[in-house]
């Protein structure tokens, strides 16, 4: 079973450091609550904190700790549902100062936690010590949430999480966008389309591909290819295809707007199609990946 999430809040290191320790890179995406990968967020006291959601392994065997909190400081924390364990690592200039951990549902400590914590812990932490029934993992969250200020899952009034991705990932994203931009300029040139600017309002990050060769007189043909990213990370290649002409386009604009054929309503602001066929049933283009028959 999965831990279902870790977390380190970083003190006296910065963001960019935090990051290059870790591998990873902003997205400039912000999200209200935290989301697979890796999501990061600046505290109110100006630590730094990292969560990974949906964690396969605990967050001391998943990060060398010692090296991440090497001119800093760090309190780790990993949670998993079911079992119900916890674990809890502090550490100072890469030496540990506090572990603590639930085995089978008992309270494990190595070294001392800060004097400081919340009365109300202490308690808790001396019933325990008693021998009264007391969860520990639930104990060990409880003072995770003093010493990060974070509870797992927490959801905010507004988006303060930015999503983090991997830096190796993201070359590897950018190796294969390449690789099916290369891949598929090839096909379009074999197939009488060369690389051209956009010739039409254009999605950002789109490259397109024309041709003269239509058999229609001023008329050109053109392709619009875009690749995009699923939230797994797999690369997905979409196209959009147009028949441009410029002298159709004089004439349109050249007509009064009330002459224009629009929608069924009065107020419809789309034209009505003139005619229309299914793009693999045009004359003389040639059906890619469709089933005989």
């Not at 009488?192 to 309002?201: N, Q, V, W």
């Amino acid at each position: 079973m999965g831990f279902s999430s870790n977390w380190i809040a970083f003190q006296d290191l910065t963001r960019e450091e935090v990051h290059r320790r870790l591998g990873l890179m902003p997205t400039g995406t912000w999200v209200d609550s935290p989301s697979r990968p890796f999501v990061g967020r600046q505290l109110p006291d100006g630590r730094y904190l990292i969560v990974e959601a949906s964690a396969h392994e605990e967050v001391s065997d998943n990060w060398n700790l010692a090296v991440l909190s090497r001119g800093g400081g760090l309190w780790a924390v990993s949670e998993i549902d079911g079992p119900g364990y916890a674990y809890l690592s502090g550490r100072h200039d890469g030496e540990q100062r506090c572990e603590v951990f639930s085995d089978d549902g008992e309270w494990v400590q190595h070294g001392e936690l800060p004097a400081e914590l919340d009365p109300e812990i202490q308690q808790l932490r001396a019933a325990a010590d008693a021998g009264e029934d007391v969860d520990a993992a639930n104990l060990i969250l409880g003072i995770a949430k003093e010493l990060t200020d974070y509870v797992c899952g927490e959801v905010l009034d507004e988006p303060r999480y930015e999503l983090l991705a991997p830096v190796m990932a993201g070359r590897k994203r950018d190796h294969a966008a390449n690789m099916i931009k290369v891949e598929l300029t090839g096909a379009m040139v074999r197939a009488g389309y060369m690389p051209s600017e956009p010739l039409a309002e254009s999605n950002e990050g789109a490259f397109w591909f024309k041709s003269n060769a239509v058999g229609i007189p001023n008329t050109i043909a053109a392709v619009e290819a875009l690749i995009s990213y699923s939230r797994d990370g797999a690369a997905i290649c979409t196209g959009t295809a147009f028949l441009i002409s410029p002298s159709v386009g004089d004439i349109l604009r050249s007509m009064p707007p009330e002459a224009l054929l629009r929608g069924d309503r009065p107020d419809n602001p789309r034209h009505k199609d003139v005619d229309w066929q299914l793009f693999n049933d045009m004359p003389g283009i040639e059906s890619v990946g469709r089933r005989p028959g």
